[in-house]
C-alpha cells in the first residue's frame, strides 16, 4: 500500500470513508451484482476485480485499519499538493481544467450515448489531478447543469454542457486516451489545444 499507485478502495466502491460495514456490505452487494462478467448488459471483469480487491480490505476490521493509515497519509499529501497548487495557478487554470473534463465527458458521451458517464476515479487516473481539486470543478459543472450524475453514479454531460463545449471548443493533452470501451475495444485520442 505505501507504493507510488495508491487504490482508492473507498473511491472504487464509491463510498464515504466514514461508510459502516453494513453501507460497505450493500453497496458491494449492488457494485458485484452490476459488474459481475455474467451479467451480459453490464459486466466488466476489470470493474468486478477493482471492487472485490476494495470489498476484501475494507470489510475487514484490522485490513481497514491499516489503509486508513496509508489513506489519511496520502490524502494529506494530496492537500499539501492542492495548497502549492492554488497558491500558483489562478482562475485561467480553473477554467482550462473545467474545459478538460467537459471535454473528456462530450468525447465518451460522442463514443457511446448509451453509456456516457465516467466513473470519478476514472477521471482522477487520466487527469492526474487530486479528487479534492476535481471535487471544486465538478460541483461547478453540476451547479452550471453542465453535467450531471448517472443511474451508475457515474458523471455525464448534459446537453447544456454539449452546448457549452462545442461554442468554447474541445480542449486536452496530445497524450490523454479515454479508457478502452469493453463495447467498442478501441481507444480515442483527444484533440491538443493550448490553455492560452
Given at each position: 500500500m505505501n507504493s507510488i499507485a495508491f487504490d482508492d478502495y473507498y473511491e472504487d466502491l464509491q463510498i464515504s470513508p466514514n461508510a459502516d460495514l453494513e453501507t460497505i456490505e450493500r453497496i458491494y452487494?449492488?457494485?458485484a451484482k452490476r459488474y459481475h462478467p455474467d451479467n451480459k448488459k453490464t459486466g466488466s471483469l476489470d470493474k468486478f476485480n477493482i471492487i472485490n480487491k476494495a470489498h476484501?480490505?475494507?470489510?475487514n476490521p484490522e485490513k481497514r485499519a491499516a489503509y486508513d493509515v496509508v489513506y489519511e497519509e496520502k490524502k494529506n499529501h494530496q492537500w499539501q499538493a492542492?495548497?502549492?497548487?492554488?497558491?500558483h495557478d489562478g482562475?485561467?487554470?480553473?477554467?482550462y481544467n473545467r474545459r478538460c473534463l467537459l471535454s473528456i465527458l462530450y468525447i465518451k458521451c460522442r463514443e457511446n450515448p448509451s453509456d456516457?458517464?465516467?466513473g470519478l476515479w476514472h477521471l482522477e487516473k487520466m487527469l492526474g489531478w487530486p479528487e479534492n481539486v476535481m471535487e471544486f470543478h465538478f460541483w461547478y459543472l453540476k451547479e452550471k447543469s453542465y453535467i450531471r450524475r448517472d443511474e451508475n453514479g457515474?458523471?455525464?454531460?448534459?446537453?447544456?454542457?454539449?452546448?457549452?463545449i462545442e461554442q468554447d471548443g474541445l480542449v486536452l493533452g496530445k497524450d490523454?486516451?479515454?479508457?478502452?470501451?469493453?463495447?467498442?475495444?478501441?481507444?480515442?485520442?483527444l484533440i491538443k489545444d493550448d490553455p492560452t
Open positions: 452487494r449492488l457494485l476484501q480490505v475494507l470489510s492542492i495548497s502549492q497548487i492554488s497558491s482562475y485561467e487554470q480553473d477554467l456516457p458517464g465516467i457515474q458523471l455525464a454531460i448534459t446537453v447544456t454542457g454539449v452546448d457549452k490523454r486516451l479515454l479508457p478502452e470501451s469493453t463495447e467498442e475495444n478501441h481507444r480515442l485520442k
